[in-house]
């Protein structure tokens, strides 16, 4: 018997392949950013944010780019997070706590509806002048 | 078998270059730092810190490229890393003031693909550098390790194997450039003698001053030059394998050690590999640092114990090498290109290089260059675009002149040939030659009588003296070499200088000293009119061979600017300086011995030199 078979390389390769993907620049089903200002931390985004890394792993989810930026500039509606499935229109969502981020994580990133009661609204501001 | 942490989702994985320049500017450091911070911010579980081999971009080390984004941070500092840490990775505001931005330009370009010197690479037997961590097979194996041995070992025959070789046009990267799949052919048609088995070596003995491609390869991808030796192996019916590399790199060394042992763990390497029938290992034989051990003889004779000397060829290793057995030796970079041909197959290989020379080159590139680093480019790209594309020019607005490529027994190329397509040919014809990959910008200031002079008094150095052309007549070029650059050469100097340079060529035992020649011969070639103005006008253009320097004082220099600051008196060893402060300034002549501490003191350039 061979120490390593084939099949077993393949195994190997895809299990490691869940960690480096991430270096790959490749396609991602999704991007979800979690608003980090001072504002976003004080309000719990860091919690939001484990949150939603803990339902990647819980469902072996590697196809989603996390993300966090600044304060999205609504500081009274933190913690927020920007929902943007790959070529649809980015969604903002507010007041968010990690339930919330739970379902939105199921609804919206992986079933690919949008949470209304929690959204702000599409679109995002203008942060391209020279695409018009 | 993979590690518990590799399972976890991190959002951000933080790759720190850990190739041996970064190390030496404290690249280690760094990463125990971001450790400490990402962990100050419980990121621990969000944030991955990665160590990795060599990026490239050596200049402005150490580096830090921040996945997923591709954002590349340069010349961090430890101080730097709180601050880092919590703008970026805490509160995602990248920081502009860690990014590169180009020479004679303000903004800072954040993405690393955006940037000149990455933007225009080909990397295949780089295609690793800066992904994965080197001490982890199983990230090696992520991008397709051991998948094109795997192909090999159980789905190939031999003779196919060596057909995509020799139909991918690989050619040997350590210098020669000899057909490989050729050599592999030979190998494999030679007949062992009383059992003894074939052996496959990986020439890892990097002499050259100034380059460090295989140094690079071997810590950024130990893995793929292990995997392409047990292809060769099985190609050529291998029985046993040696990488021999240089003791003084211990960073290599010590990657090679533990990739070769995950690799023996988890069955790679051993008995039965994947179930193939095939068994095979690699033992690392460290030498000590001889230039000459680059030569494929005289490396098997040290690997045997010998004294590492050459001996003639024929026989070729190919028919009796290590042990009087048939052998097998390519450089690491030739090993390193092997998994992606086997892997991609022979038709995609081809299409990128020239008619001649095929697929990429790893250079390093250093000297009067303002990115100094190791790149890998496609054959048949010019010097140009190398130097200026790539290179980013020479700093300081000075003016290029001429690169030797092929380390200290390549060539000179001048100014004038800027726009030639870098193979095997081209190189060669222009005196020069492609070598493992060395190549040294130089720019106006440099004097080439005494860059000849340099390199050969690195190959009389490191010649060892068993043939008589090679050890007498690198001597004989040295000194006329150091006799023109003290001013002390005679117009029959360059005849006799030409001829020996050509004796030495022509006779010599082995590449050390049939190639030793070449920087005196091209230099005489492109830059004859310097050689006569150092015999005839006993003068330096560049101002570098001191003893035919003049150096003196401008009066008005030193009094309205200096105020006659009295700085060159006081650090004049030969007390050849008059004068006391706030009065103007001389050199004696007869009592100045040219050490230049004058020049180099004086910040009101009052010191003049001709």
């Given at each position: 018997m061979p120490k390593l078979t084939l099949e077993e390389?393949?195994?190997?390769?895809?299990?490691?392949?869940?960690?480096?993907?991430?270096?790959?620049?490749?396609?991602?089903?999704?991007?979800?950013?979690?608003?980090?200002?001072?504002?976003?931390?004080?309000?719990?985004?860091?919690?939001?944010?484990?949150?939603?890394?803990?339902?990647?792993?819980?469902?072996?989810?590697?196809?989603?780019?996390?993300?966090?930026?600044?304060?999205?500039?609504?500081?009274?509606?933190?913690?927020?997070?920007?929902?943007?499935?790959?070529?649809?229109?980015?969604?903002?969502?507010?007041?968010?706590?990690?339930?919330?981020?739970?379902?939105?994580?199921?609804?919206?990133?992986?079933?690919?509806?949008?949470?209304?009661?929690?959204?702000?609204?599409?679109?995002?501001?203008?942060?391209?002048?020279?695409?018009? | 078998m993979a590690e518990k942490v590799k399972d976890k989702t991190f959002r951000i994985h933080l790759m720190v270059c850990a190739g041996t320049g970064c190390v030496s500017n404290h690249s280690f450091e760094i990463k125990e730092a971001l450790e400490k911070e990402v962990k100050k911010h419980g990121m621990e579980d969000e944030v991955l810190v990665v160590s990795t081999g060599c990026n490239g971009f050596c200049e402005r080390g150490p580096l830090l490229v921040v996945q997923p984004g591709n954002i590349f941070y340069q010349q961090l500092t430890v101080k730097d890393i709180p601050h880092l840490v919590e703008e970026h990775f805490l509160k995602g505001r990248p920081v502009s003031r860690l990014m590169y931005t180009p020479p004679r330009e303000k903004r800072p370009i954040p993405v690393l693909n955006d940037i000149d010197?990455?933007?225009?690479?080909?990397?295949?037997?780089?295609?690793?550098?800066?992904?994965?961590?080197?001490?982890?097979?199983?990230?090696?194996?992520?991008?397709?390790?051991?998948?094109?041995?795997?192909?090999?070992?159980?789905?190939?025959?031999?003779?196919?194997?060596?057909?995509?070789?020799?139909?991918?046009?690989?050619?040997?990267?350590?210098?020669?450039?000899?057909?490989?799949?050729?050599?592999?052919?030979?190998?494999?048609?030679?007949?062992?003698?009383?059992?003894?088995?074939?052996?496959?070596?990986?020439?890892?003995?990097?002499?050259?001053?100034?380059?460090?491609?295989?140094?690079?390869?071997?810590?950024?991808?130990?893995?793929?030059?292990?995997?392409?030796?047990?292809?060769?192996?099985?190609?050529?019916?291998?029985?046993?394998?040696?990488?021999y590399v240089r003791n003084e790199y211990p960073l290599a060394v010590k990657r090679l050690m533990v990739a070769l042992d995950q690799a023996r763990r988890l069955g790679l390497l051993g008995e039965n590999i994947l179930g193939s029938g095939f068994s095979f290992d690699i033992k690392v034989h460290r030498g000590a640092g001889a230039f000459v051990c680059g030569e494929e003889t005289a490396l098997i004779a040290s690997i045997e114990g010998r004294l590492g000397e050459p001996r003639p060829r024929p026989p070729y290793p190919a028919q009796s090498g290590l042990h009087g057995q048939p052998t097998l030796i390519n450089n690491v970079e030739t090993w390193a290109?092997?998994?992606?041909?086997?892997?991609?197959?022979?038709?995609?290989?081809?299409?990128?290089?020239?008619?001649?020379?095929?697929?990429?080159?790893?250079?390093?590139?250093?000297?009067?260059?303002?990115?100094?680093?190791?790149?890998?480019?496609?054959?048949?790209?010019?010097?140009?675009?190398?130097?200026?594309?790539?290179?980013?020019?020479?700093?300081?607005?000075?003016?290029?002149?001429?690169v030797q490529t092929g380390g200290p027994s390549g060539g000179c190329i001048p100014k004038e040939m800027i726009d030639l397509p870098i193979d095997y040919e081209s190189l060669t014809k222009a005196g020069s030659m492609m070598g493992s990959g060395g190549m040294v910008i130089m720019d106006e200031d440099t004097c080439m009588v005494d860059i000849a002079r340099y390199f050969l008094s690195f190959t009389q150095e490191e010649s060892c003296g068993k043939c008589t052309p090679c050890r007498e007549g690198t001597k004989?070029?040295?000194?006329?070499?150091?006799?023109?650059?003290?001013?002390?050469?005679?117009?029959?100097?360059?005849?006799?200088?030409?001829?020996?340079?050509?004796?030495?060529?022509?006779?010599?035992?082995?590449?050390?000293?049939?190639?030793?020649?070449?920087?005196?011969?091209?230099?005489?070639?492109?830059?004859?009119?310097?050689?006569?103005?150092?015999?005839?006008?006993?003068?330096?253009?560049?101002?570098?061979?001191?003893?035919?320097?003049?150096?003196?004082?401008?009066?008005?220099?030193?009094?309205?600017?200096?105020?006659?600051?009295?700085?060159?008196?006081?650090?004049?060893s030969s007390e050849a300086i008059r004068g006391e402060k706030n009065t103007v300034h001389s050199i004696t002549q007869e009592k100045c011995i040219k050490c230049g501490v004058c020049f180099d003191v004086c910040q009101f350039h009052a010191v003049k030199v001709k």
């Amino acid at each position: 018997m061979p120490k390593l078979t084939l099949e077993e390389l393949a195994k190997i390769r895809e299990q490691a392949r869940k960690t480096t993907m991430l270096r790959e620049g490749g396609e991602y089903r999704a991007k979800v950013t979690v608003h980090m200002g001072t504002c976003g931390i004080a309000a719990g985004a860091r919690g939001v944010m484990n949150a939603l890394l803990e339902e990647m792993d819980k469902r072996d989810v590697r196809d989603v780019l996390v993300a966090n930026s600044g304060c999205a500039g609504l500081c009274s509606r933190e913690p927020m997070a920007t929902v943007e499935l790959t070529g649809q229109a980015p969604v903002k969502y507010v007041d968010l706590n990690t339930d919330k981020m739970r379902k939105i994580f199921e609804q919206h990133v992986l079933g690919g509806k949008i949470v209304q009661e929690y959204a702000l609204g599409i679109g995002s501001e203008k942060t391209d002048f020279t695409k018009e | 078998m993979a590690e518990k942490v590799k399972d976890k989702t991190f959002r951000i994985h933080l790759m720190v270059c850990a190739g041996t320049g970064c190390v030496s500017n404290h690249s280690f450091e760094i990463k125990e730092a971001l450790e400490k911070e990402v962990k100050k911010h419980g990121m621990e579980d969000e944030v991955l810190v990665v160590s990795t081999g060599c990026n490239g971009f050596c200049e402005r080390g150490p580096l830090l490229v921040v996945q997923p984004g591709n954002i590349f941070y340069q010349q961090l500092t430890v101080k730097d890393i709180p601050h880092l840490v919590e703008e970026h990775f805490l509160k995602g505001r990248p920081v502009s003031r860690l990014m590169y931005t180009p020479p004679r330009e303000k903004r800072p370009i954040p993405v690393l693909n955006d940037i000149d010197f990455f933007k225009k690479q080909v990397l295949i037997a780089l295609r690793n550098r800066g992904l994965i961590d080197p001490e982890k097979i199983e990230e090696s194996i992520a991008r397709d390790g051991y998948k094109a041995m795997a192909k090999a070992l159980t789905e190939m025959t031999p003779a196919q194997i060596i057909k995509e070789v020799t139909l991918s046009g690989l050619r040997g990267r350590g210098g020669a450039g000899f057909p490989t799949g050729l050599k592999w052919e030979m190998v494999r048609g030679a007949k062992s003698t009383n059992g003894g088995g074939k052996f496959v070596i990986c020439n890892g003995d990097e002499g050259d001053p100034g380059a460090f491609m295989d140094r690079s390869i071997l810590e950024a991808d130990p893995h793929a030059v292990i995997e392409g030796m047990v292809i060769g192996a099985k190609a050529v019916g291998g029985t046993e394998g040696v990488l021999y590399v240089r003791n003084e790199y211990p960073l290599a060394v010590k990657r090679l050690m533990v990739a070769l042992d995950q690799a023996r763990r988890l069955g790679l390497l051993g008995e039965n590999i994947l179930g193939s029938g095939f068994s095979f290992d690699i033992k690392v034989h460290r030498g000590a640092g001889a230039f000459v051990c680059g030569e494929e003889t005289a490396l098997i004779a040290s690997i045997e114990g010998r004294l590492g000397e050459p001996r003639p060829r024929p026989p070729y290793p190919a028919q009796s090498g290590l042990h009087g057995q048939p052998t097998l030796i390519n450089n690491v970079e030739t090993w390193a290109n092997v998994p992606v041909i086997v892997d991609r197959g022979a038709k995609w290989y081809s299409s990128i290089g020239t008619e001649t020379s095929k697929g990429t080159k790893v250079f390093s590139v250093v000297g009067k260059i303002n990115n100094t680093g190791l790149v890998e480019v496609p054959m048949g790209i010019t010097l140009r675009e190398i130097i200026y594309g790539i290179g980013g020019g020479i700093p300081g607005g000075k003016q290029f002149k001429a690169v030797q490529t092929g380390g200290p027994s390549g060539g000179c190329i001048p100014k004038e040939m800027i726009d030639l397509p870098i193979d095997y040919e081209s190189l060669t014809k222009a005196g020069s030659m492609m070598g493992s990959g060395g190549m040294v910008i130089m720019d106006e200031d440099t004097c080439m009588v005494d860059i000849a002079r340099y390199f050969l008094s690195f190959t009389q150095e490191e010649s060892c003296g068993k043939c008589t052309p090679c050890r007498e007549g690198t001597k004989i070029m040295l000194d006329i070499l150091t006799r023109i650059t003290e001013g002390r050469g005679t117009a029959q100097d360059l005849t006799l200088l030409e001829d020996m340079a050509n004796a030495v060529k022509d006779s010599a035992l082995c590449g050390l000293g049939k190639t030793a020649p070449n920087p005196v011969l091209t230099t005489l070639r492109y830059f004859r009119d310097e050689y006569e103005t150092h015999i005839r006008d006993k003068k330096c253009p560049a101002h570098v061979c001191r003893q035919l320097n003049t150096y003196t004082i401008d009066p008005q220099a030193c009094l309205e600017a200096g105020r006659g600051c009295d700085v060159c008196r006081r650090n004049c060893s030969s007390e050849a300086i008059r004068g006391e402060k706030n009065t103007v300034h001389s050199i004696t002549q007869e009592k100045c011995i040219k050490c230049g501490v004058c020049f180099d003191v004086c910040q009101f350039h009052a010191v003049k030199v001709k």
